[in-house]
């Protein structure tokens, strides 16, 4: 932040978008930060991509700027930055996407052959998988003799990846947690479990897993007991 | 099969054991049919080579701890009813910097 720098410039647009051009436009920002504001920066970047270039070498002064050098096909977002002799504004928002491509080829309907565009490579650096944290608000939801049903939300800090969930049981009163879906994880954040013994009190958690491995357990639920009752808990607030 | 100047083909090298990962903007109506290929044979999905559609609708290739024998051409061959296509770029794998003790 420059002490006296513009503001951002406001509402950027793009029209009259083309194969080899397009307009961009942005209203100038609310403040000028006291001295006048000398020109604009207009930068674009390839939708896909981080990589934010400058589109002009001198600050343009009109509020309006074609772009040119665009590749067919492709498409863009614009941003722009105000500059006053104390120095440069933050970017503007980013503008909406727009393809660069002729308003005809926009709106055919017909069939078309295939167009490939340039095969760009990146390089990136193999990370080491992160391994999920704790599901989060496990509860019995339903508990009959016949099954009891657990549902929780995934952990806040969920990987890039799928994250998949082991269910573990363990009999009240004893510390011996045995876990449930022994082969298959599940993907959703719901389970029922059958074959449980009638009459016998259970508390249950459950660990997240991805490919880098299985996770802390949940918070156990509070013990819950196989009966013919329906031993459903009460709503919150009642 | 579309005329390929493989001469022309852009070139791009990665550091051995990192991930290459090709993107390719593909148009087409109907949607066309991609297909990967590595000096010319196609590229089977594994669990080195992965084959997906990213979410911005590129086509993307995606090769996993790179080896030196990844180094070669690449293509992306598109095909619908009404034509086929392709773009092709040079991979080369070059040795991870040699580290002195």
């Not at chain 1, 599940?186 to 996770?215: H, T």
Request: one cysteine or more; charged letters at 25%.
């Amino acid at each position: 932040e420059v002490a006296g720098a513009p503001g951002a410039p406001l509402d950027v647009q793009s029209l009259d978008a083309n194969k080899d051009y397009v307009i961009v436009t942005w209203k100038q920002p609310a403040v000028d930060g006291g001295s006048p504001i000398l020109g604009y920066f207009v930068d674009r970047c390839e939708v896909g991509t981080t990589h934010w270039s400058q589109c002009n070498d001198t600050p343009v002064k009109f509020a309006r700027f074609p772009v040119t050098g665009l590749v067919e096909g492709r498409s863009y977002v614009f941003r722009v930055r105000a500059v006053n002799k104390a120095g440069m504004s933050h970017p503007s928002r980013v503008s909406e996407p727009v393809a660069a491509m002729d308003p005809a080829d926009r709106t055919r309907k017909g069939p078309s052959a295939p167009w490939t565009g340039q095969i760009i490579v990146t390089e990136e650096e193999p990370v080491e998988g992160v391994v999920p944290g704790r599901p989060r608000d496990l509860s019995v939801i339903e508990a009959t003799k016949n099954y009891v049903v657990l549902s929780w939300k995934p952990p806040g800090d969920k990987g890039h990846e799928g994250v998949m969930y082991y269910v573990e049981k363990c009999v009240s009163g004893t510390d011996s947690w045995q876990r449930v879906n022994t082969e298959i994880p599940v993907k959703s954040p719901r389970f029922a479990l059958f074959d449980l013994a009638e009459g016998k009190s259970y508390r249950f958690r459950v660990r997240c897993c991805n490919s880098a491995g299985v996770g802390e357990p949940s918070e156990p639920t509070e013990a819950t007991t196989v009966g013919d009752k329906l031993d459903i808990p009460s709503a919150p607030g009642r | 099969e579309p005329h390929l100047n493989v001469s022309k083909a852009k070139k791009f090298t990665v550091t051995e054991g990192k991930h290459a990962k090709f993107r390719c903007y593909v148009t087409g109506k109907p949607k066309p049919e991609i297909v990967w290929k590595k000096d010319g044979e196609n590229i089977v999905p594994g669990r080195r080579f992965l084959i997906f559609e990213d979410r911005e609708g590129y086509y993307t290739l995606k090769v996993m701890y790179c080896k030196q024998q990844d180094t070669g051409l690449y293509i992306c061959a598109a095909s619908n009813a009404l034509g086929n296509t392709l773009s092709a770029v040079q991979l080369s794998v070059k040795g991870p910097p040699v580290r002195f003790k």
